[in-house]
T-cell receptor
Framework: AQSVTQPDIHITVSEGASLELRCNYS??????LFWYVQSPGQGLQLLLK??????LVQGIKGFEAEFKRSQSSFNLRKPSVHWSDAAEYFC????????????FGQGTELSVKP | DTAVSQTPKYLVTQMGNDKSIKCEQN?????MYWYKQDSKKFLKIMFS???????INETVPNRFSPKSPDKAHLNLHINSLELGDSAVYFC?????????????FGEGSWLTVV
């Protein structure tokens, strides 16, 4: 079945430590790929997106993500996490022929300990 | 100024009631969406409109009726509310229908049906 999977429901990292959030998709064609962040009680904010070209994309707030076609993955990384990064992170996919419809993963909640 | 604004932010209502959530965007976008986030934080598209025309209708019960009086507004009316309608409803907008266009989300409307 077509899906977007974020294997980790909850991750805790120490402030200053590196972070990697995983995302895998299961579709026949390579979709457009997105990472969104949702802070408590807030809407979603786009961190970064991948359509084509360079497989390493840079986003806002020091985040980056790498697309790996062979693994159908689009993992989000940050070299040094700040306490303000604590939030829910969503991976999403879109397709050129489905309008603006995004299909979201189930989210990964990030906690940051001092 | 908030780019995508929704009202009300919080709504508690009884089963069987009819309620509306309003959404306005001041970004000049031509496409608007409603997404639903359930209690497990799973996000799913409900509707999209482009220039007041319905584009996406994702097998949503017909108790849900979106209305777009102009391209800056997309309201969601829900009839005969059920317990399962309790969720966070996000309005969003983009310039253009394609998935390559960045989608901007509102802060959400928390609906609780009791």
């Amino acid at each position: 079945a077509q899906s977007v999977t974020q294997p980790d429901i909850h991750i805790t990292v120490s402030e200053g430590a590196s972070l990697e959030l995983r995302c895998n998709y299961s579709y026949g064609a390579t979709p457009y790929l997105f990472w969104y962040v949702q802070s408590p009680g807030q809407g979603l904010q786009l961190l970064l997106k991948y359509f084509s070209g360079d497989t390493l994309v840079q986003g806002i707030k020091g985040f980056e993500a790498e697309f790996k076609r062979s693994q159908s993955s689009f993992n989000l990384r940050k070299p040094s996490v700040h306490w303000s990064d604590a939030a829910e992170y969503f991976c999403a996919v879109g397709f050129y022929n489905q309008g603006g419809k995004l299909i979201f993963g189930q989210g990964t909640e990030l906690s940051v300990k001092p | 100024d908030t780019a995508v604004s929704q009202t009300p932010k919080y709504l508690v209502t009884q089963m069987g009631n009819d309620k509306s959530i309003k959404c306005e965007q001041n970004l000049g976008h031509d496409t608007m969406y409603w997404y639903k986030q359930d209690s497990k934080k799973f996000l799913k598209i409900m509707f999209s409109y482009n220039n007041k025309e319905l584009i996406i209708n994702e097998t949503v019960p017909n108790r849900f009726s979106p209305k777009s009086p102009d391209k800056a507004h997309l309201n969601l009316h829900i009839n005969s509310l059920e317990l399962g309608d309790s969720a966070v409803y996000f309005c969003a907008s983009s310039q253009g229908q394609g998935a390559r266009n960045t989608i901007y989300f509102g802060e959400g409307s928390w609906l609780t049906v009791v």
